[in-house]
């Protein structure tokens, strides 16, 4: 099935490199159970690895609890994300930035898009707040080893977007996996409401 979809699909399709800021969306039919219908934003891409976090796996705990001095800043719902499968004793911020702040001018910021930042959470969390419009808080990450993601790539496991500002403060109701389908070229958003349980169907 993961071949079929593969074949058919992602690797029809033009494809952009992985850098800060892109979006890795997880194709239909993805049989690691970490990544279903999972998008991935790139915080690093490098030749020594690359790592960022999933965007789409809220957990049952809130910021509140295990945060607290964050929550001004943490955009609504403001439950902790889980980044990804490895180390999730580590925590990442991504914040989308107010209009007119220049990240650049901020040490807390580490720019990855047009206002999409890395937050530096060793930074006072009142100084974040007042230059984010929102952030997320996500218990540890995903990473790939040298060649390993452009070799997944190739396979057509992913595809490689640009992001929007709302896809990191995306609110909870939203099938944001859905919603970056259906954005791109055709045929993708023929495969936006593809279950991430093919029981379902």
Do not use: C
């Not at 295990?66 to 990442?92: E, R």
């Not at 807390?108 to 930074?123: E, F, G, I, K, P």
């Amino acid at each position: 099935m993961a071949d079929l979809y593969a074949d058919r699909l992602f690797n029809a399709m033009e494809r952009m490199a992985p850098e800060p800021g892109m979006l890795l969306v997880a194709a239909p039919g993805m049989l690691s159970g970490d990544f279903t219908r999972s998008v991935i934003m790139i915080i690093e891409h490098s030749p020594q690895m690359t790592f960022g976090v999933n965007l789409t796996a809220r957990s049952e705990l809130a910021v509140f609890n295990v945060m607290p001095d964050w929550l001004p800043a943490v955009a609504k719902p403001q439950a902790l994300y889980i980044g990804g499968p490895l180390n999730q004793q580590s925590v990442a911020g991504l914040a989308v930035t107010k209009n007119g702040v220049n990240i650049d001018d901020h040490p807390q910021l580490n720019r990855l898009a047009n206002r999409l930042a890395h937050v530096d959470l060793r930074s006072k969390p009142e100084e974040v707040a007042e230059l984010v419009e929102g952030m997320r808080l996500f218990a540890g990450y995903a990473e790939w080893t040298p060649g390993q993601l452009e070799e997944e790539i190739e396979f057509g496991d992913w595809f490689v977007t640009p992001a929007l500002p709302s896809d990191v403060i995306a609110p909870g109701r939203v099938d944001l996996w859905g919603d970056v389908m259906r954005r791109q070229q055709m045929p993708l958003p023929l495969f936006s409401t593809f279950p991430a349980d093919l029981g379902e169907n």
